[in-house]
């Protein structure tokens, strides 16, 4: 049960400020919040991802590229590309690594409105710091494990990240059904989706990139969202654009979108 427990509450952690600071925040400025909020999100993301927490700045624009060349052979991380999900992960991580280390520069217009945190940031690099978050991790299965085969998961902990990123950019772009049709091969995989907090809404995402509800359709749920919604109400974000589905747009930081919505409502 605390196996279980933890295992739920890493994989959940991690996915979800992974959706919510690296790509709704970091990489498409969906929504806005105060530089403190901002330093314990960023923390909290760094907590939950632990071991394979993934440098901002390298997400953002890796993430970018993406959507501007997306199942092109200009897409750093698309199945079209590649043979299987392990080699396209490797190439996705070599181009990671160039841009977390700063090795290689993007195109200037991907740069810009990328929050950065170098000191926490270095901290998520260094291998120190990731031998301690398996260490811990391995010490609560040895308290905690009831059975041998627990420790199976041990693996899926150290590389949780990578492990979603794998789901979301290699199934998200194969599997599923497409409520809009667009130049790429994105598709959205389940209509509730509980595996990576509404990342798989990929064919969703790709035709309105900048609305922070990932879910369109009724039957549709993209659970981060929902929380989203929450912190809005409470004053912990503000919404740039109004998501579909908010009608009062009291959260809602744009003036101009502001009006509109109003007018419309
Ligand atoms: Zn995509
Ligand atoms: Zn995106």
Redesign the pocket.
């Known amino acids: 049960m605390a196996i279980a427990l933890f295992f739920l509450l890493h994989w959940w952690g991690s996915v979800f400020f992974q959706t919510l600071f690296h ?2 925040y970091a ?2 400025r969906m929504f806005t919040m105060g530089p403190r909020t901002e330093r314990v999100i960023h923390l909290l993301a760094y907590m939950f991802q632990g071991s394979s927490y993934l440098d901002v700045r390298a997400y953002a624009l890796l ?2 590229e ?2 501007a060349f997306s199942d092109t052979p200009r897409d750093p991380h698309s199945p079209t590309n590649h043979g299987n999900v392990f080699t396209m992960m490797w190439a996705t991580n070599e181009r990671y690594q160039a841009y977390a280390k700063r090795k290689r520069e993007p195109e200037a217009r991907f740069l810009g409105g990328i929050p950065e945190w170098p000191w926490l940031d270095r901290l998520g690099r260094s291998w120190t710091a990731r031998i301690g978050w398996m260490g811990f991790y391995t010490a609560f299965y040895l308290v905690f494990a009831t059975a041998w085969w627990q420790f199976l998961l041990l693996p899926v902990h150290f590389a949780m990240g990578p492990v979603h990123g794998a789901i979301v950019n290699w199934w998200g772009h194969r599997l599923g059904y497409r409520n809009f049709e667009s130049r790429d091969q994105s598709r959205n995989t389940l209509v509730f989706d509980v595996l990576t907090m509404g990342e798989l809404f990929q064919n969703n ?2 035709h309105s ?1 900048r609305n922070a509800n990932f879910a369109h359709r009724w039957f549709e749920i993209d659970p981060a969202f929902q929380l989203m919604r929450l912190m809005a109400k409470v004053g912990i974000i503000r919404f740039v654009v109004p998501p579909k589905g908010m009608v009062d747009g009291s959260d809602v930081e744009d003036a101009t979108a502001r009006t509109e919505l109003q007018q419309a409502s």
Do not use: F, V
Request: no cysteine; glycine share 0%; charged share 20%.
């Open positions: 790509h709704r990489s498409h993430h970018r993406h959507h995402h790709h990139s």
